[in-house]
């Protein structure tokens, strides 16, 4: 990240406290973080208010999508409920050649999650990258082992 304007860390406990040091200027992930709550809680219209126009938003084994509605829909047929622990958020600004700049957040920890089935899985690494631009997500792409999970528990 050698073209990185400003790169600044939130870091995180696995219970959630701040880690000392923090940098005050953290506009990104805080947006980040409160887009994730807003979805956890299942509050598309608090969500929805933090994608631009044109968000795209990849998760693995499916297609892009631009709608909160997409996301939904596509993650009823995977599991009822998934609940993010952070184990950090990580903020560099950019600059671009247009108006504004870009800021990524990328975003990593463990997921807990209830399949359709009712069965649980929690310690499940996800990562997530966020692009904003003037304030808004632009870009979501997300990794994570939750495929590996459903196999190893179809097995077992």
Known sequence: MSNAKNHRHERHSPEG???????????????????????????????????????VMQFPGTPPMQRLSEVVEWAQTRYRRVSKTFHA???????????????????????????LDGKTSSGVRFIDRFELTD???????????????????ANA
């Open 135 to 153: 304030g808004f997500i632009t870009r979501q792409d997300v990794w994570n082992d939750l495929a590996l999970e459903q196999a190893a528990d």
């Open 17 to 55: 406290h701040s880690f000392e040091g923090q940098s005050p200027e953290k506009k990104g992930t805080e947006r980040v973080r409160a887009f994730l709550s807003a979805m956890e809680a299942r509050d598309l219209a608090s969500a929805e208010r933090y994608l631009a126009a044109n968000v």
């Open 89 to 115: 958020l990580d903020q560099c600004d950019y600059p671009s050649h247009c108006a504004g700049s870009v800021i990524v957040v990328f975003c990593h920890g463990e997921l807990t999650v209830e399949w």
